[in-house]
Nanobody, 117 residues
């Protein structure tokens, strides 16, 4: 049974930091490209960051470049997103995704990040 379980979300003030984690099980995590995707209220899902299976290549949305860092621990089957200098516009539900948006992709249940003073 495939599971992606996100954690680490919460309420943070502007300028603050959070570290999201996604624990994966039930599929060969180390073989998959992994993504963090977010969805703000009333908006479409936005691809935030991508990391290749070995972690050698990462890509970021322009809106988070220089503030967010995606990483993975294949020995622990865990994906991370370090978010620094958070802004109110980063408020969204953040989802962990394996393998993209197609029928063979996997999704977590999401974790809420709220940036507000």
């Amino acid at each position: 049974q495939v599971q992606l379980v996100e954690s680490g979300g919460g309420l943070v003030q502007p300028g603050g930091s959070l570290r999201l984690a996604c624990a994966a099980s039930g599929f060969p995590f180390s073989n998959y490209v992994m993504n963090w995707v977010r969805q703000a209220p009333g908006k479409e899902r936005e691809l935030v960051a991508t990391i290749t299976s070995t972690g050698g290549i990462t890509n970021y949305a322009d809106s988070v470049k220089g503030r967010f860092t995606i990483s993975r621990d294949n020995a622990e089957n865990t994906l991370y997103l370090q978010m620094n200098n958070l802004k109110p516009e980063d408020t969204a539900v953040y989802y962990c995704n394996a393998g993209g948006n197609g029928p063979s992709g996997y999704w977590g249940q999401g974790t809420q990040v709220t940036v507000s003073s």
